[in-house]
């Protein structure tokens, strides 16, 4: 079901943190707004949202992603004190509540989801689908809302078939972009680090990413952000300069047919409207 909204309605999008140090992403518009992923402190978050204007109690949900605590490090007190709803599938909940670092009960936060079975919050149709990761039961989430189509894939593996599809419809992207392949092969990391990042239950490269959109543009692509960069083995202008050199290639030209950010460590990042 898709819902007409007023022409005067303005979504927005913006990433409070990206990366291992922890990540957070808003989606919402000027009464309402969900995060996807808590992993950074709760005064951060809030401090985050204020500078754009968004008030923690105009929070209508938490998406979860996976258990790993970079990404679940406030969904216990944001859940048990502020009372939002935490949305996970039934292993990512179980995984919170085991979590030893967790230290709030969800209680009566807890939203259970199954993958593929959308579900409604306000104007958002959401859709969870399986995203290969040495996680519990990890999930990218798709949402449509009035015209828009959006889709959040991070800490990829592999590009699935079942990624590629909700990548492929997606109007407004976030994907990782987590490594240099060079980088991290020539890095300090012990090599059985390099072999999980790299594996197809780990990290997406800059490479993997930028070979997949540009082999697979659609002209509805409007903005791509590249998230959950490595500190160690990327940098920002890298994974740009890798994503727009493969787009490039094939003729698509960044900044006139299609929006290209990244999305920095541990730092807010500017607020896209559409």
């Excluded at 008030?55 to 048990?80: C, N, P, Q, R």
């Amino acid at each position: 079901m898709q819902y007409e909204l007023f022409p005067s309605e303005r979504f927005s999008f913006f990433s409070l943190s990206s990366g291992s140090c922890g990540n957070s992403y808003y989606l919402g518009n000027s009464h309402y707004g969900i995060l996807i992923d808590a992993g950074i402190g709760p005064r951060v978050i809030k401090k985050r949202l204020a500078h754009y204007g968004v008030e923690l109690s105009s929070i209508m949900a938490i998406l979860v992603t996976h258990d790993h605590y970079d990404h679940i490090k406030s969904v216990g007190y944001l859940g048990e004190k502020l009372y939002i709803p935490v949305y996970a599938t039934r292993e990512v909940h179980k995984a919170i509540m085991n979590h030893p670092l967790v230290r709030n009960n969800l209680n009566g936060s807890t939203r259970y989801i199954e993958k593929g079975t959308p579900f409604q919050i306000e104007d958002f149709q959401i859709t969870a689908f399986n995203v290969p990761h040495d996680s519990v039961d990890n999930s990218g989430y798709f949402i449509q809302f009035g015209n828009h189509r959006f889709t959040l894939a991070t800490d990829v593996g592999s590009i699935t078939d079942e990624v590629a599809y909700y990548i492929c419809k997606a109007n407004h992207l976030v994907i990782e972009s987590n490594y240099d392949e060079e980088m991290l092969n020539n890095g300090r990391y012990p090599y059985p680090l390099k072999q999980r990042i790299s594996s197809g239950s780990g990290h997406l490269s800059n490479r993997q990413t930028a070979e997949f959109l540009a082999n697979n543009y659609s002209s509805d692509l409007r903005n791509i952000w590249l998230c959950h960069l490595s500190g160690d083995n990327n940098n920002p202008e890298l994974a740009y300069q890798t994503v727009e050199t493969h787009l490039s290639r094939k003729g698509i030209k960044v900044g006139k047919q299609v929006s290209l950010q990244v999305l920095q460590r541990n730092i807010l990042s500017s607020k896209t409207d559409f």
